[in-house]
């Protein structure tokens, strides 16, 4: 079967000097380090994690955010694409929606494939213990927050519940916009690559076959979605109400079952995304922050100071075990991740007992 397509085969990836993701406020590309953690071992615990309580008291959100990030809602100079341009490419979207709507049962062999490449990121995680995302991991993991984040929430439900998995209706019910007809009355799932419904081709992209965009208008297309104005103030923020989407691990190839990215993330009643990337190489932790677009399902989101990455995915993709992404370095790079479901014991106690 065909897999997706590799960087190496993508348009514009030999263009030389593409900002790399680094460390002190960018995504970090993943290397031989700590491993992702997973469900705890027999045996194992972490100093801090048993006294009564740990794992179920909310998270003192005054003791975990450093401070506004106001570059992740800052256009980068590189996107200039404008608003007639945008709805011209969903216009040439939506027409195709049809087409890839129950996806997954059409073409199981696709599914199956990022399925594998899932179990086997799953099984490394199921092999080490951490506490990522625990309640006690936040304090020595301290960030600058970006103007939308779903940490204003953590004094309302345990740490555990961050972990958990949506369904796509209740993702549509979420919202406070009205679905539009035929484009939220069934899921789509956005598979990327050669063999999928999003290919890259002669430095253009079409979706089911169709060209929707130049390469380079597609990734501004992406950060332009996933750039979102702040909030008006720190009140509005703290009001905002928030839905996990859950917790994964981030590969960025099949050989890369031992990633040192996770990523946990949520969503807004209007669509906004919030989240956190951990890198485990760095120990350092970065905000997440994007859209859902209404108007095609697609998800878009920005990680920490970087004004060059840009991750897109799809909402119901967020929603299964392995959700296929398309990662751009600015207009010139792109490459396919695989952001891998994972599940928490402790998280799942910690989510099921009161307060």
Known sequence: MDKPVRPETLPGNSRPNIERPVTGGNVERPGIGNLPGGTQRPGVTRPGNTRPGATTRPIDVGSVNLGLNNKISARPNWVSINSNRMISINNRWQTQIAGIQNWPTRYPARINYWHHWGDGVRYHWGHHYHNWFGRDWWYSHHHHWCGWHYGYWFNRYPWGYWWSTPSYASCVNWFTWTATPGVWAQPIYYDYGQGGNVVYQ??????????????????????????????????????????????????????????????????????????????????????????????????????????????????????????????????????????????????????????
Request: glycine share 6%.
């Open 202 to 355: 002669d430095n253009s992209v079409y979706i089911n076959g169709q060209q929707v965009a130049s390469a380079d208008e597609f990734a501004q297309s992406a950060m332009e979605l996933a750039t979102v104005p702040p909030p008006e103030n720190e009140e509005v923020a703290a009001a905002a109400e928030w839905m996990p989407l859950g917790t994964f691990a981030v590969s960025s190839d099949e050989k890369d079952v031992e990633p040192t990215r996770t990523i946990q993330l949520a969503v807004n009643k209007d669509g906004v995304i919030s989240g956190t990337l951990y890198n485990s190489q760095s120990d350092q932790a970065y905000s997440v922050q994007g859209q859902v677009d209404k108007q095609t399902q697609r998800v878009a989101f920005r990680v920490g100071d970087s004004d060059k990455v840009v991750v897109e995915t799809g909402l119901y993709n967020l929603t299964q075990d392995e959700a296929p992404a398309l990662v751009h370095y600015g207009a010139d790079h792109v490459e396919n991740w695989l952001l891998v479901r994972l599940q928490n014991s402790e998280a799942e106690e910690a989510a099921a007992t009161p307060e």
